[in-house]
């Protein structure tokens, strides 16, 4: 049972934007950085943002991240077909002493 | 080009063992953390483990933790995962990323992927 929150599902038309939750406590999100990752239809995860809001480089400027507290935020703006994934939140939990993802959340372009 | 090419999956009965290899390339291996996350069938992430850049220091999750053994061999960049008394649940893709990072600093993160390799425990 993971202990980083995300919502099951969320979808927006093309050129339209998305924002996912990600909820955790001061043990992992509140004090550690979050990154985000893409995991597209039958392919491995990939890193999408990382030290909460930075963007590796070939990642577009379509996504951004954010954090506040104990919450993180991914948004997708312009939303095009191709992102059609599951996205996954992630920091290391310091009472834990591993590293967490969030539960998921899969993105519809209707 | 970094790159990482799991490999050693297979079929393995409840109870057994297998041991996963990981083949980096296209940066310097000892320099960096590794770690294995696995991926169940229609399931979410769950990193298993992670070992420093010099193999001193190693991390498991409580659910491998006294199964599972990481280790690396920096002299043929290669990580490796050992699986002994494999379970059902154990039925994953295991993904082998590399860490940016010390493992465990506010920082850290995976930052590189491999593609994966399957592991089924079944009778």
């Known amino acids: 049972q993971s202990v980083l929150t995300q919502p099951p599902s969320v979808s927006a038309a093309p050129g339209q934007k998305v924002t996912i939750s990600c909820s955790g406590s001061?043990?992992?999100?509140?004090?550690?950085?979050v990154s985000w990752y893409q995991q597209l239809p039958g392919t491995a995860p990939k890193l999408l943002i990382y030290?909460?809001?930075k963007r590796p480089s070939g990642i577009p400027d379509r996504f951004s991240g954010s954090k506040s507290g104990t919450s993180a935020t991914l948004g997708i703006t312009g939303l095009q077909t191709g992102d059609e994934a599951d996205y996954y939140c992630g920091t290391w939990d310091s009472s834990l002493s591993v590293y967490v993802f969030g539960t998921g959340t899969k993105v519809t372009v209707l | 080009e970094v790159q990482l090419v799991e490999s050693g999956g297979g079929l393995v009965q409840p109870g057994g063992s297998l041991r996963l290899s990981c083949a980096a390339s296209?940066?310097?291996?000892?320099?960096?953390?590794m770690s294995w996350v696995r991926q169940a069938p229609g399931k979410g992430l769950e990193w298993d483990s992670a070992i420093s850049g010099s193999g001193g220091s190693t991390y498991y999750a409580d659910s491998v933790k006294g199964r599972f053994t990481i280790s690396r061999d920096n002299s043929k960049n290669t990580l490796y995962l050992q699986m002994n008394s494999l379970r059902a649940e154990d039925t994953a893709v295991y993904y082998c990323?590399?860490?940016?990072?010390?493992?465990?600093?506010?920082?850290?993160?995976?930052?590189?992927w491999g593609k994966g390799t399957t592991v089924t425990v079944s009778s």
């Open positions: 296209g940066f310097t291996f000892s320099s960096y953390a």
């Open positions: 030290d909460n809001n």
């Open positions: 990323a590399k860490n940016f990072g010390e493992v465990g600093y506010y920082y850290y993160h995976m930052d590189v």
């Open positions: 001061s043990s992992n999100i509140g004090n550690n950085y």
